[in-house]
């Protein structure tokens, strides 16, 4: 196991880099992206100005205070808890997000399923996984809102946070076809039948 620091974006190579148990730190830059977000650039076409090449996004739909544009928020908006959602239903974009947009990385909680692994092997990606509830943390890892496109969907715009040492992240699933979550079902599917087995009811 391996701790990686990711000055996005990030190419294929470093990516693939990435194995299942190391964690990752990310710097500078991380785009916010969510189920809305997604339906309106895949399924109904919309294209985005934000250029998410060999980027990371997070599965989110921020809490955030609307302010006058200036230096210091010059999308007009401030973060006040952004956390991260369950990214399990948005599984049948992940292959479109990094074919069309070059995305490279996923963060999320929950984990994803196997259409998400092959893109990941065909493409050279990984899924980072937070722990939930960390929202309070997380924010404090985001320095500012540096843009936002699609805003009519808000709060599940597309954002563009500036970001310092976010994380450490855990790599939960990876470009060779390994993930911590199915583990993690198998040893529980596993138990269970020795469970059933046990008291007689596997039969």
Not at 28 to 45: K, P, V, W, Y
Not at 46 to 73: F, M, Y
Not at 103 to 114: A, D, H, N, Q, T
Request: proline share 4%; aromatic share 6%; net charge negative.
């Amino acid at each position: 196991m391996a701790h990686h620091v990711l000055d996005m974006p990030i190419d294929a190579d470093q990516a693939r880099a990435l194995r299942i148990g190391d964690t990752v730190t990310l710097r500078r830059t991380l785009f916010g992206i969510r189920d809305a977000t997604l339906i309106h650039m895949f399924d109904r076409g919309r294209a985005t100005r934000l250029d998410l090449k060999g980027h990371a996004v997070i599965h989110t739909a921020p809490n955030v205070h609307r302010v006058e544009k200036s230096p210091a928020a010059p999308a007009g908006y401030t973060p006040f808890c952004i956390g991260t959602t369950t990214s399990m239903r948005m599984e049948r974009f992940t292959r479109q997000l990094m074919e069309r947009e070059g995305v490279r990385l996923i963060v999320g909680k929950g984990g994803m399923g196997p259409a998400t692994l092959d893109a990941f092997r065909d493409l050279g990606g990984a899924y980072l996984a937070i722990v939930g509830g960390a929202a309070a943390l997380e924010t404090t890892w985001i320095e500012q809102i540096e843009d936002v496109d699609m805003d009519d969907l808000h709060p599940e715009s597309l954002w563009k946070f500036r970001i310092r040492d976010f994380g450490p992240l855990l790599v939960g699933m990876d470009s060779h076809g390994g993930s911590l979550f199915a583990q993690v079902q198998a040893d529980v599917a596993a138990r269970r039948d020795a469970v059933l087995a046990s008291i007689g009811a596997g039969e």
